[in-house]
């Protein structure tokens, strides 16, 4: 199953390596609707919440939809963090 470490570029891998949700069997692109509770409590053990964070921030553009969970946050939750708001590529 695809989770947020395979998100992005080949860089970085050392922080890749450590993240908790590596081999998880969690759905780490739950749905807006979805509960996202167990991912987030995942994440809150993380050893690399901040490297995953900042990974986040750096590979997703401002203003555009972004996905899954990454750094502890869902999208929506990034989204606010950064005052950006859902917005479709192209629209
Ligand atoms: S902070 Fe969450 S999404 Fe990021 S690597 Fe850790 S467990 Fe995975």
């Known amino acids: 199953m695809r989770n947020p470490a395979h998100i992005g570029e080949p860089r970085d891998q050392a922080w ?50 972004c996905y899954g969970i990454r750094g502890g946050e869902t999208p929506v939750m990034r989204m606010a963090r950064r005052g950006t708001y859902m917005r479709r590529r192209g629209a």
């Open 16 to 65: 890749r390596d450590r993240a908790a949700c590596k081999g998880s069997d969690l759905d780490w692109f739950p749905t807006p609707t979805q509960d996202a509770s167990a991912q987030l409590a995942v994440c809150r053990g993380c050893r690399v919440i901040a490297a995953c964070r900042r990974d986040a921030d750096a590979t997703e553009a401002p203003g555009l939809e």
